[in-house]
């Protein structure tokens, strides 16, 4: 074996990078993984940050930091940020140091001196730009002002792994990524409100992160990497043959600390995926045996017994698509409304009042959900907005029209919340909680008599909900997040389109529902016309087709009251 262990904590420096060796050294790695050099470092070293012309260090159990050029005072060695408890963590930036510790977080200045201290058991800290972020040991993350430690606000995640294996990562100066299990949460500094959860392939066991890539390794020797703004997931390989314990990401390499002694470097190229040069489509949209497609592109097309009959070529995403009554075509980018009517030739746009982040449509209004928790109603007619539902803390995520007068409406709510909304009285009837909590709604459907309305989140499952009387019928747990889920005209069968691009066919009957597998890869969303049409990520849209095998049943209701 060699002279060095293995790494517990990986730092950028320069082209290269530092690692915390549990051989009890600093050892100094260049851009390919070569070690160069070495320092000396106390017993115990778990953690080090660049620290003036030196390295500050944390060990295990020990109440103060510890500079690597530190001098005698009395006969004994200097410290740093002296305290009564252990220091967990610790966070350098130029406006000053904080340390996270078992009874208290503070903020030190560069020169030693306490800024300020909050009581509290914490395990991890970071610095952003006026702020000082905290997560304690029961899952909350405090966001504390640089000024004078005052909490700006706290964020409550829950999970089911505790809070001591969770990893907190800096993305910018706006937004921080934290991994619990394997989830990793982005959350944005200024309102602390989770903006997107994306799912690693197992438990995440160290994170790194830029305004490019958020990159976790996990608990079996995988990296995988993640677009920093949309969540997209980029390259995934194989990095240690088992747990990957620390990462960091330089301006041209990623390096990796696992079991084995020293630090692998991989080139940022390797987080990168060549996309597929065709446009994976966005939405489906049927009414009887015309079907309407838009794709990431921004192209709309309407295709009838399979062939073409018209396209637009709108040079922006499309989010969503509807058909009308009388076949006009209803769509939205994330700052436009569309409206086509047959022939489809002229299409009529008008603007969003704010971005958009849900929509859906009827023959006579759009409802497009925004990130500030509200749902702004435009009359297609006039080209004008009407009025908002002012619903939510957190952002609409999914909208679902139903025949009639109702809506219903998902969000990001760390409580999984869905709202049924009386669009005629612009009241909400029913607020529930159909999934598990630090989960958001991922799509929304009704059957086509708006007597059930499928829900699906990030938590892994589906709720079938009815919306007249606010009640959750039953939830199906499936192995992956839900994206697309469309009832056939009956509303006995739902077909559903997961995360990894599979797909499954939810049957329901008098005795409780079963989920079939179905031999798909590469699926976007799905919408039934006289069967289950799929759209593709490489922008292809085929019927369903194939057998089916048994994958799971539906679990009963459980007991929960509406908030």
Same mark, same amino acid.
Request: aromatic residues 6%; glycine residues 10%; charged residues 20%.
């Given at each position: 074996?060699?002279?060095?262990?293995?790494?517990?904590?990986?730092?950028?420096?320069?082209?290269? /990078?530092?690692?915390?060796?549990?051989?009890?050294?600093?050892?100094?790695?260049?851009?390919?993984?070569?070690?160069?050099?070495?320092?000396?470092?106390?017993?115990?070293?778990?953690?080090?940050?660049?620290?003036?012309?030196?390295?500050?260090?944390?060990?295990?159990?020990?109440?103060?930091?510890?500079?690597?050029?530190?001098? !005698?005072?009395?006969?004994?060695?200097?410290?740093?940020?002296?305290?009564?408890?252990?220091?967990?963590?610790?966070?350098?930036?130029?406006?000053?140091?904080?340390?996270?510790?078992?009874?208290?977080?503070?903020?030190?200045?560069?020169?030693?001196?306490?800024?300020?201290?909050?009581?509290?058991?914490?395990?991890?800290?970071?610095?952003?730009?006026?702020?000082?972020?905290?997560?304690?040991?029961?899952?909350?993350?405090?966001?504390?002002?640089?000024?004078?430690? +005052?909490?700006?606000?706290?964020?409550?995640?829950?999970?089911?792994?505790?809070?001591? +294996?969770?990893?907190?990562?800096?993305?910018?100066?706006?937004?921080?990524?934290?991994?619990?299990?394997?989830?990793?949460?982005?959350?944005?500094?200024?309102?602390?409100?989770?903006?997107?959860?994306?799912?690693?392939?197992?438990?995440?066991?160290?994170?790194?992160?830029?305004?490019?890539?958020?990159?976790?390794?996990?608990?079996?020797?995988?990296?995988?990497?993640?677009?920093?703004?949309?969540?997209?997931?980029?390259?995934?390989?194989?990095?240690?043959?088992?747990?990957?314990?620390?990462?960091?990401?330089?301006?041209?390499?990623?390096?990796?600390?696992?079991?084995?002694?020293?630090?692998?470097?991989?080139?940022?190229?390797?987080?990168?995926?060549?996309?597929?040069?065709? +446009?994976?489509?966005?939405?489906?949209?049927?009414?009887?045996?015309?079907?309407?497609?838009?794709?990431?592109?921004?192209?709309?097309?309407?295709?009838?017994?399979?062939?073409?009959?018209?396209?637009?070529?709108?040079?922006? +995403?499309?989010?969503?698509?509807?058909?009308?009554?009388?076949?006009?075509?209803?769509?939205?980018?994330?700052?436009?409304?569309?409206?086509?009517?047959? !022939?489809?030739?002229?299409?009529?746009?008008?603007?969003?009042?704010?971005?958009?982040?849900?929509?859906?449509?009827?023959?006579?209004?759009?409802?497009?959900?925004?990130?500030?928790?509200?749902?702004?109603?435009?009359?297609?007619?006039?080209?004008?907005?009407?009025?908002?539902?002012?619903?939510?803390?957190?952002?609409?995520?999914?909208?679902?029209?139903?025949?009639?007068?109702?809506?219903?409406?998902?969000?990001?709510?760390?409580?999984?919340?869905?709202?049924?909304?009386?669009?005629?009285?612009?009241?909400?009837?029913?607020?529930?909680?159909?999934?598990?909590?630090?989960?958001?709604?991922? /799509?929304?459907?009704?059957?086509?008599?708006?007597?059930?309305?499928?829900?699906?989140?990030?938590?892994?499952?589906?709720?079938?909900?009815? !919306?007249?009387?606010?009640?959750?019928?039953?939830?199906?747990?499936?192995?992956?997040?839900?994206?697309?889920?469309?009832?056939?005209?009956?509303?006995?069968?739902?077909?559903?389109?997961?995360?990894?691009?599979?797909?499954?066919?939810?049957?329901?009957?008098?005795?409780?529902?079963?989920?079939?597998?179905?031999?798909?890869?590469?699926?976007? /969303?799905?919408?039934?016309?006289?069967?289950?049409?799929?759209?593709?990520?490489?922008?292809?849209?085929?019927?369903?087709?194939?057998?089916?095998?048994?994958?799971?049943?539906?679990?009963?209701?459980?007991?929960?009251?509406?908030?």
């Amino acid at each position: 074996m060699s002279a060095h262990g293995r790494a517990r904590a990986v730092v950028v420096r320069g082209d290269g /990078c530092a690692a915390v060796e549990l051989s009890g050294t600093l050892g100094f790695y260049d851009a390919e993984g070569h070690r160069t050099s070495e320092l000396a470092l106390p017993a115990h070293a778990m953690q080090v940050a660049a620290f003036s012309d030196a390295w500050l260090v944390r060990v295990q159990g020990a109440t103060a930091l510890s500079p690597t050029n530190a001098k !005698p005072v009395r006969g004994k060695l200097s410290v740093f940020a002296d305290g009564g408890s252990d220091v967990e963590a610790f966070a350098v930036a130029v406006d000053g140091v904080a340390v996270a510790r078992s009874e208290s977080v503070e903020l030190w200045t560069h020169a030693g001196k306490l800024r300020w201290s909050v009581p509290g058991a914490w395990v991890a800290v970071a610095i952003v730009p006026g702020h000082v972020i905290s997560l304690a040991t029961d899952g909350v993350l405090a966001f504390m002002t640089m000024r004078d430690g +005052s909490t700006a606000g706290t964020l409550h995640l829950a999970s089911t792994t505790p809070a001591a +294996s969770w990893r907190l990562a800096v993305i910018d100066s706006a937004r921080v990524v934290l991994a619990l299990g394997d989830w990793l949460v982005w959350i944005d500094v200024a309102t602390r409100k989770t903006i997107r959860r994306v799912r690693a392939r197992e438990s995440v066991t160290a994170v790194t992160a830029d305004a490019t890539w958020v990159v976790a390794g996990t608990e079996a020797g995988w990296v995988q990497a993640f677009a920093s703004e949309t969540g997209e997931p980029g390259g995934s390989f194989e990095a240690e043959e088992g747990g990957v314990n620390a990462l960091a990401l330089g301006k041209k390499t990623l390096f990796a600390g696992g079991q084995k002694p020293g630090v692998r470097a991989f080139p940022r190229t390797k987080l990168a995926v060549t996309k597929p040069a065709a +446009s994976p489509v966005t939405s489906l949209a049927a009414r009887g045996d015309l079907l309407a497609v838009a794709n990431d592109a921004g192209q709309l097309q309407w295709l009838r017994g399979g062939l073409e009959v018209a396209s637009h070529a709108l040079g922006e +995403s499309l989010k969503s698509v509807f058909l009308g009554r009388t076949e006009t075509l209803v769509s939205a980018t994330s700052r436009v409304i569309l409206s086509v009517s047959p !022939p489809w030739k002229d299409v009529r746009p008008f603007a969003l009042r704010a971005p958009l982040t849900a929509f859906a449509a009827d023959d006579d209004y759009a409802f497009a959900g925004t990130d500030s928790g509200s749902v702004d109603v435009y009359d297609l007619g006039e080209s004008t907005h009407v009025t908002s539902y002012a619903l939510s803390e957190a952002d609409i995520t999914q909208l679902a029209r139903l025949p009639g007068r109702l809506l219903v409406v998902g969000t990001g709510a760390l409580d999984g919340r869905v709202f049924v909304v009386d669009v005629t009285e612009a009241k909400v009837l029913h607020r529930m909680e159909p999934h598990d909590e630090a989960f958001g709604v991922t /799509c929304l459907v009704s059957d086509p008599r708006g007597r059930i309305v499928a829900s699906g989140a990030d938590d892994g499952s589906i709720a079938l909900i009815d !919306p007249v009387k606010g009640k959750v019928l039953a939830r199906l747990r499936v192995r992956e997040t839900p994206v697309s889920l469309a009832f056939d005209r009956e509303g006995r069968r739902l077909a559903c389109v997961f995360a990894d691009g599979t797909a499954g066919l939810v049957k329901l009957g008098p005795k409780g529902a079963t989920i079939e597998n179905l031999s798909l890869a590469g699926a976007t /969303c799905v919408a039934w016309a006289d069967e289950a049409m799929f759209g593709f990520s490489d922008g292809r849209v085929e019927p369903l087709a194939g057998s089916a095998t048994p994958l799971a049943t539906a679990s009963p209701a459980r007991s929960r009251a509406p908030a």
